[in-house]
């Protein structure tokens, strides 16, 4: 059998008293998509702030591939495979779009400790970068300080970002938040397009996209799993009308 | 353009000793080297984003080191200066361990406490360090024979040695490890989610400053014949960090502009002015109130926006 993509056993963190995730086990295949709902404040963000090594869970543990990751450090992860998006955008705003996706490159060679050499000799991360950027409709913007671009635009670099690293598994937070029904759709095709090789995992509250481009879904209330399973499933479990879809 | 406009400042560097009389070719050679350390020092606040009030620590021990090989054990120059160099990596890394636990605020604290430390014990120690007298009598090297006794031959010796660090400085914060250093200074988490370690990244930063401010406590000892416990306080520090920002931190012209603009007030503003440190403070607020981001970067745009306005 080959090991999950991602599993988490028994995972549990609290701020203080206030227990944000709670006794969670998640079990994803290599290429599945899956998405992740539930209300303000049910979790998910701080689920993948784990998952991403940025806050330590207090007992569990998470796997990758199959290998025990809950002591690695987030740089560690993205060298086994992880990349994720932010909720809140996270650019390198006075730099170029080229340069961004340029750095996303960089994390995962060693040419990233090179001291004596300077970074736009490298003209394949250049054109690897531009490749990226060709991929999510952004190449004519290269050469433009991410300042400069609109807010669609921008969640589009960071996409950018993630997929030129090439993941294992991918980690996408409110991908379509804030965008006009044009850049929705854009986006989505986008992820649509996400090679199998490339787990995806979504938050998303735009049910609408979200649900076309999932095939497993995950409800989280106040820190647990609800509910768990295929995507149809889901959405008729009594459970998920009463605590999200409120019909 | 930029290499255009740069010909004339190259031949007026090279020139100045055949023009200019030993007073200001010494007062450039002084230049150079508070240049080379306020470059070193641009590395942490300017590129690093840690600012730190305790990098007169590596041109003091840079500096004490050699003139103690040099003066007490009968050590030549050679050696005493690699010695001296691998002594302040040595201590940056050591340092680095330490400071680089916090960040900001706590960051600068942690530096200035350790540099702190080592001027207390230049002051104290005085049977190895000769306390409040500082050690004089000292020797400036020969290097392949060629004595650096008079100003102009100094003078050369400096210029060269400023412009392999100024090269060698320029290049470290345009590779990609330049990148990665800017990147962690703007968004660690990201850059942690990308792969990069922003610790090592930091603490890889903090050594190289730490070399070269090495190589400016070499210099700074070998110009003078004499050191004493103040090339240790804090007053070096903050003069270091005030030129870093007064000239526009995270440019690579910024530091060497506030580093001769805090000198040459230093150098004459003393001359009619007791207290010349208040006269430094005002020009530094002006500076502060009237562009933020320094001197080099406040000129840049004013060049800008003059150019767009002839337009």
Redesign the interface.
Known sequence: MTPHALEIINLHKAFGGLSVTQNVNLAIRPGERRLIIGPNGAGKTTLFNQISGDMRPNSGQISLFGTDVTQFAPYKRAHFGLSRTYQIITLFTGDTLEHNVTLGLLGLRSSRWQMWRPLSFYGDLTAEAHRTLDAVGLLHLAAHPVSDIAYGEKRRVELAMALAQKPRVLLLDEPLAGLSNTERSQVKSLIASIPRETTVIMIEHDMDTALDLAETVTLLNYGRVIVDGDRDSVIADERTREVYLGV | MKWIAATPLVALLLLLPFFAGDFYVNLASQILIAAIFALSLNLLVGYGGMTSLGHASYLGVGAYISALLTSRYGFGHGPAAIISITGTIAMAAFFGVIALRATGLGFLMITLALSQVLWGLAYRMSNVTNGDNGIAGLTRPMPFGISLDSAASFYRFALLVAAVAFLMMA??V???????L??VR??P??????????WMIRWITFI?AGFWGGVSGLLYVYYNKYIHPTSLSITSSAEALLGVIAGGSGTLGGPVVGAALVLLLKNYASAYLERWNMLLGLVFLFIVLMMPTGIVPGLARLMTRLRRGLR
């Open positions: 290049i470290f345009s590779s990609s490890f330049g990148s990665s800017k990147g703007d968004q988490r990201r850059m942690a989610a990308l792969g990069f370690n922003p190289y």
